[in-house]
């Protein structure tokens, strides 16, 4: 069963800069681990759930309220995903979740539906 941990969250100020950290296990081995998408999603309070960017076979994505400050990369040997987000708005207050496809998924973008695995989600919180 795979399972997602992340972590990075916090608080800072308008202009701040954090980075969020997925580590991935229970992958049975490395391919099918980078044939997974992978994905960062944020949900503030009473709003619906946004992706933010994700990690494919396509390549990256992202939405566009945070192209410019957002990058997400990962490590295969470490099993993380990772979001760097610089020029944090209080606008970027939300609980980010990763999320992770079943292996030899093609193509998923940020669409929700496509991604079976969820972490537990990181508490951000940019203040003014």
């Known amino acids: 069963q795979v399972q997602l941990v992340d972590s990075g969250g916090g608080e800072v100020q308008a202009g701040g800069s954090l980075r969020l950290s997925c580590v991935a296990s229970?992958?049975?081995?490395?391919?099918?681990?980078?044939?997974?998408?992978m994905a960062w999603f944020r949900q503030a309070p009473g709003k619906e759930r946004e992706g933010v960017s994700a990690i494919d076979d396509v390549g990256t994505s992202y939405a566009d309220s945070v192209k410019g400050r957002f990058t997400i990369s990962r490590s295969i040997a470490k099993r993380t995903l990772y979001l760097d987000m610089i020029n944090l708005t209080p606008e970027d207050t939300a609980v980010y979740y990763c999320?992770?496809?079943?292996?030899?998924?093609?193509?998923?973008?940020?669409?929700?539906?496509?991604?079976?695995?969820w972490g537990q989600g990181t508490q951000v919180t940019v203040s003014s």
């Open positions: 999320a992770a496809s079943r292996a030899w998924t093609r193509a998923c973008g940020v669409s929700a539906l496509r991604y079976t695995y």
């Open positions: 229970g992958y049975s081995t490395i391919p099918h681990y980078t044939s997974s998408c």
